[in-house]
């Protein structure tokens, strides 16, 4: 039995541990594992056979990360990489909401995997608590060394996460450390700030957070603001933060409980897959809609 392995997204740190224990776990069966990467330079797919002695154990859960394939050209290749990966028996999706899949021949198993939490009909996806934490952490570095100077005026920190338009990454990070969010730059956001600007003003408060994503150029905000003395600093909190080396303690929970799951499905021979976390259990959806199935 040939599996293969292709990772969307970000991530990385919890994947590597279904990524580690697929391989450990099939090691006595008769089946080969390959991740699928891309070429970044000519676009092309790639096949990497993956055994357990392709890694050192020096390196630890680490080694297995398999590089994020990007979503554009896998659906811009969709018909050519069917082709290719018409010899796997299983491919397993690590993340990938709109991947194209409807051309692949192969039974699939879509993991929930992602930073913004939002697969439908999953309570969490792998990789969310994570970015959440990160985001926090750093906002919050920042307010330590803004809390201690004093600019005799307001200081409006515009930070900027991965993503576009109204996620929950967004909403639950702002509501998180007490910032203002942003989602389009529309007049009404744009006047409940002023009206926010003004009662820091009122309060003597000298700081501020104004959450937003790739939905909004932050250097674009400021003009609408030139009524106000404002001290204006943008702060980026860029995927490789998000995704970080280090998942926290929940996110190792649902990648060990996600782990078993891909594990028992991959020796099975039911039918392709979605994975959801529903009451902290995780469960497989069998009548699929995502990628085309």
């Known amino acids: 039995m040939k599996i293969g392995v292709v990772h969307f997204g970000w991530a990385s740190a919890g994947t590597a541990q279904i990524v580690r224990s697929l391989i450990e776990g099939l090691s006595l069966q008769e089946a080969t594992i390959y991740g699928i990467e891309c070429n970044r330079v000519s676009k092309d797919i790639e096949l990497k ?22 979503l554009d050209v896998w659906n811009e290749k969709s ?61 919050e570095c920042v307010r330590d060394t803004a809390s201690s100077l004093s600019y005799g ?17 967004l909403i639950n990070s702002a509501l998180a450390v007490e910032a203002e969010v942003m989602t389009k730059a529309s007049e009404e956001e744009i006047e409940h700030f002023k009206q926010h600007i003004r009662m820091k003003q009122a309060n003597q408060e000298e700081y501020t957070f104004i959450l937003m994503n790739h939905s909004i150029d932050p250097a674009s905000i400021d003009g609408h603001f030139d009524e106000f003395d404002l001290d204006w600093r943008t702060v980026d909190i860029d995927d490789s933060q998000c995704g970080g080396p280090y998942p926290t303690a929940f996110d ?42």
């Open 49 to 70: 056979e993956m055994t357990k002695k392709s890694f050192s154990s020096s390196l630890g859960s680490e080694s297995y990360v398999l590089s994020t394939f990007p």
């Open 79 to 139: 018909l050519v990489i069917a082709d290719e990966l018409s010899a796997l028996d299983k491919v397993i999706v690590l993340g990938g909401n709109e991947v194209e899949t409807k051309h692949l021949s192969s039974k699939l198993l879509h993991v929930p995997v992602s930073i913004f939490n939002n697969v439908e009909g999953s309570q969490f996806t792998l990789g969310y608590d994570t970015a959440l934490n990160a985001i926090v952490e750093n906002i």
């Open 153 to 169: 005026k307001v200081r409006v920190f515009k930070v900027q996460i991965p993503g576009f338009g109204s996620s929950k990454l």
């Open 252 to 293: 190792r929970v649902i990648a060990n409980k996600l782990k078993n799951a891909v594990i028992e499905w991959s020796l099975s021979n039911e039918p392709s897959a979605q994975l959801l976390i529903q009451d902290n259990q995780v469960e497989f959806k069998t009548n699929l809609v995502l990628g085309g199935i």
